[in-house]
């Protein structure tokens, strides 16, 4: 079956403008996770989502940064007032299981440039 | 509190030689630990994780990974490198009592020599 995927693949914004990344988890995984990735540095917790709820946003850096799954399905993790910073890969992987504890599958990731 | 450290940042050995990829891990309480790796272009996949049953866990390509609670160590071998295996692995923990803080170690970019 399908895998995770994510949308755009690359994003290119300006400083200060508002991005919106997309993810679609494997069909019937109710958790779902964001990771951001920086060059040459493993991935980095943002948020986890058990079905619609955010169980746990403690690795969001500001709120700036906001996440949404209405339907527990789709999810959108959303960032205003873009910053230089902000640049990175952004990952989602969804799971079957709650929490941490079982296998999760990662998409391809969004490559977010801020300029 | 939770933290891995993956000792080398790259590793480089020749084709048909063992791999070693070392990771230490702290955790207040008992840790589940997974290695993943990434190729270029591609996700991230599991190889192999720990979740408190043999202490010695196979995974997938022949890889396999000892946990050791006395030494906090879970690192990565593979008896024979094949030129496939260049990636980047990346050691993670997490634990039960706080399934959502996943971390992930800096990685360690794996070279193989003709």
């Known amino acids: 079956g399908a895998g995770v995927s994510q949308t755009p693949s690359n994003k290119v914004t300006e400083k200060g403008k508002y991005v919106e990344l997309r993810c679609d988890p494997i069909s019937g995984h109710t958790a779902l996770y964001w990771y951001r990735q920086s060059l040459g540095q493993g991935p980095e917790f943002l948020i986890y989502f058990q079905g619609t709820g955010a169980a746990d946003d403690s690795g969001l850096p500001n709120d700036r940064f906001f996440a949404v799954r209405p339907e527990g399905s789709v999810s959108t993790l959303k960032i205003q007032r873009t910053e230089r910073g902000d640049s990175a890969v952004y990952l989602c992987?969804?799971?079957?299981?709650?929490?941490?504890?079982?296998?999760?599958?990662f998409g391809p990731g969004t490559r977010l440039t801020v300029l | 509190a939770q933290s891995v450290t993956q000792l080398d940042s790259h590793v480089s050995v020749s084709e048909g030689t063992p791999v070693l990829l070392r990771c230490n891990y702290s955790?207040?309480?008992?840790?589940?630990l997974f290695w993943y790796v990434q190729h270029p272009n591609k996700g991230l996949q599991l190889l192999l994780k720990y979740t408190s049953a043999a202490t010695l866990v196979k995974g997938i390509n022949g890889f396999e990974a000892e946990f050791k609670k006395s030494e906090t160590s879970f690192h990565l071998t593979k008896p024979s490198a094949h030129m496939s295996d260049a990636a980047e692995y990346f050691c993670?923990?997490?634990?039960?009592?706080?399934?959502?803080?996943?971390?992930f170690g800096s990685g360690t970019r794996l070279s193989i020599r003709p």
């Open positions: 955790s207040s309480y008992s840790p589940s």
């Open positions: 992987a969804s799971s079957l299981k709650r929490g941490g504890l079982g296998e999760q599958f």
């Open positions: 993670v923990v997490t634990s039960y009592s706080s399934a959502s803080k996943i971390i």
